[in-house]
């Protein structure tokens, strides 16, 4: 019964380098999302996906890529890092209507 | 826009005291859900209770109780008789009910630490 998961946990970047980062539930839920948790702030989303396929941007998108691969999974990539990209990232999922979203245990990723 | 506001940044109390978090929130949506979510220091983001906009009843869950008010657009977090383990930081959030939160997913407030001391 895992739920999210999120791979990696941790990862120490240089600037410019590429990563992706990794999401899948097993809960069958439709909706997907990608937030990143800033100190001091709230989680900000980044980007969404309603359904296999569809990808659609959030409040804080630049620098940033995603894939809707199949229902269970959802990357996100970061094509060259910047140090304000420095952040703890999660993802989650929901089915739409009834259900509360559905976290993972966060990447915390740190870009020098 | 949505938005959500929690003032309080940081509380600290003395065991066993009651203490309660703020909320308040902006939407233009007349349907709409709110949410209380807890994050530990180990960091995860735990549920602890989503509310529709049409019940307007308080919910009690053992030592918590969420006070919902429509007209002054709050939704405030009351534990009684607070613990060490209460320790952590807590998000109030806003999403519309008919898509969860479709493009805009989850709006959070910036959060409020607390902190139980012994």
């Known amino acids: 019964n895992a739920g999210v998961t999120q791979t990696p946990k941790f990862q120490v970047l240089k600037t410019g380098q590429s990563m992706t980062l990794q999401c899948a539930q097993d809960m069958n839920h439709n909706s997907m999302y990608w937030y990143r948790q800033d100190p001091g702030m709230g989680l900000r989303l980044i980007y969404y996906s309603a359904s296999e396929g569809t990808t659609d941007k959030g409040e804080v998108p630049n620098g940033y890529n995603v894939s809707r691969l199949n229902k269970r999974e959802f990357s996100l990539r970061l094509e060259s890092a910047a140090p304000s990209q420095t952040s703890v990232y999660f993802c989650?999922?929901?089915?739409?209507?009834?259900?509360?979203?559905?976290f993972g245990d966060g990447t915390r990723l740190s870009i020098l | 826009a949505q938005k959500v506001t929690q003032a309080q940044t940081e509380i600290s109390v003395v065991e066993k005291e009651d203490v309660t978090l703020d909320c308040v929130y902006e939407?233009?949506?007349?349907?709409?859900?709110l949410f209380w979510y807890k994050q530990p220091p180990s960091g995860e983001l735990v549920f602890l209770i989503r509310r529709n906009s049409f019940d307007e009843q308080n919910e009690i869950s053992g030592r918590y109780s969420w006070n919902f008010q429509k007209s002054t657009s709050s939704f405030n977090f009351t534990i009684t008789a607070s613990q060490v383990v209460d320790s952590a930081v807590y998000f109030c959030a806003l999403s519309d009910v008919y898509s969860g939160g479709g493009a805009d997913g989850l709006t959070f407030g910036k959060g409020t630490h607390l902190i139980i001391q012994p």
């Open positions: 989650a999922s929901m089915s739409p209507g009834l259900q509360p979203q559905h």
């Open positions: 939407t233009r949506d007349t349907t709409y859900y």
